[in-house]
């Protein structure tokens, strides 16, 4: 059937980027008809069960002009006569004098591309994320006079200058974020507030199903504060070394998840507390890590498995006793919005410790459905994971008032919903 709607994504399909997924297919299912643009190639080894369910086909831009210049030259010469092409150019002129850099130029080569290759009957455009994504979008859909909306997430709305937020804001038909934080931000900035929603990614419970090894035992009082339920007997304590309390961290390995904070904090544990921290993602920091860990002489506990397919990461969900994320705000503003990690961890009946940062206390309620902590401060997250791992009855109760809460607020259905009417509108 012909696409309606051309989504534009920054690279596709990538493992760091599940909720994107989870969200198209869910579009999909609903009847909408989509034609990826990406613009970059995959660099995972490996994909998601939801990235073979996507029936949407994909046209990869080209990743550097020079390395497809027949292309993109035929592309401008057709872009060139669109009818909003002098317009665009005028936009993008003045975008580059605030901004001389190549990448400025590659977005401008890379709309020229997009607008001369989008399959007849497209009507509107949908990109995934305020930066580049965005900004070869609105180029493109002012050449072709296509409406243009757009997802904002976390790093595009806080490394982004602020003009060029309004004036994307000023130009599209409508934009979702998925934090409150965002959301207000964003709707400060824009001509009308109205444009910017708030729409939560939520979790598809289909894939998450409970997880019946931390499954609420039916005769615990849930609020009554007894911890004698069977469930603790099965968890550890932190005291005996053939059984050690496993600490899960599924995230990026570059600033803004803090890593650093989260193995300073480890180090200060005391030494006779048995724990192992297993850790999932790819990431530039990486060998920086391994390095500290080693420095610190935790490096023996620590299991660095990088990035996962989503069948493994759920396995490893459902065998954490504790699931720990130390977001910070890095050193160019870049940060964490709400990160879908925590709700995952959380779907599955796994307590968790985070930090007080962007959007995290959206999800998780201090003493209530986790723990949280300043960012950037690993003596609160080393009490915070000591105060935790010696007491597998909290740890229960955290995990099953988390549990809950996910699966009766943070479901993805609503999110969808809230989304496809905006796109029925056009």
């Keep these: 059937m012909t696409p309606s709607i051309a989504v534009i994504l920054k690279g596709y399909p990538r493992l760091s980027e599940t909720f994107i997924a989870q969200e198209l297919l869910a579009l999909e299912q609903r009847g909408l008809h989509l034609h990826f643009f990406s613009l970059r190639h995959p660099t995972d080894t490996s994909i998601h069960p939801v990235h073979r369910e996507i029936t949407a086909e994909v046209t990869y831009l080209p990743e550097y002009l020079h390395d497809e210049p027949a292309r993109v030259w035929r592309a401008w010469r057709k872009a060139a006569k669109l009818p909003g092409y002098r317009k665009a150019r005028s936009i993008f002129l003045r975008d580059l004098l605030r901004d001389r850099t190549p990448n400025r130029i590659r977005r401008f080569g890379q709309a020229c591309v997009l607008a001369a290759e989008l399959p007849a009957g497209i009507k509107q455009l949908y990109a995934h994320f305020l930066h580049t994504p965005a900004s070869v979008t609105r180029y493109a859909a002012v050449m072709t006079g296509l409406p243009w909306s757009a997802s904002a997430h976390a790093k595009d709305i806080w490394t982004t200058p602020e003009w060029e937020k309004r004036e994307k804001l000023a130009d599209l038909e409508w934009l979702v974020t998925c934090t409150e934080v965002g959301r207000d931000h964003l709707a400060e900035l ?47 304590d932190g005291s005996d070394p053939e059984n050690p309390v496993i600490l899960l961290s599924v995230g990026r390995a570059v600033e803004k998840k803090g890593y650093n904070d989260l193995l300073t904090a480890l180090a200060q544990l005391p030494k006779e507390l048995q724990w192992r921290l297993v850790h999932i993602g790819g990431g530039k920091l990486t060998d920086k890590l391994r390095a500290l860990g080693r420095k610190l002489g935790i490096d023996t506990r620590i299991d660095w498995l990088g990035a996962q397919p989503q069948e493994v990461v759920l396995e490893n969900y459902r065998k954490a006793d504790l699931f720990v994320l130390a977001s910070r705000i890095g050193s160019d503003g870049d940060r964490d919005g709400l990160p879908n990690v925590l709700m995952e961890a959380q779907s599955q009946a796994v307590a968790c410790v985070s930090t007080a940062v962007s959007a995290i206390p959206e999800l998780i309620r201090d003493g209530e459905t986790g723990l949280l902590v300043p960012p950037e401060s690993p003596d609160d997250l080393a009490a915070a994971l000591r105060n935790l791992i010696v007491d597998p009855a909290r740890r229960h109760r955290l995990a099953t008032a988390g549990c809950q809460r996910v699966r009766s607020e943070f479901a993805m259905q609503s999110g969808v919903d809230a989304l496809l009417s905006r796109f029925e509108q056009k």
Excluded: I, W
């Design 190 to 236: 824009a001509p009308d507030p109205d444009k910017v929603g708030l729409v939560y990614h939520g979790l598809d419970l289909t894939r998450f199903g409970p997880n019946a090894a931390h499954a609420p035992d039916p005769s615990t009082p849930d609020s009554a504060g007894n911890d004698n339920d069977d469930s603790n007997a099965k968890q550890g």
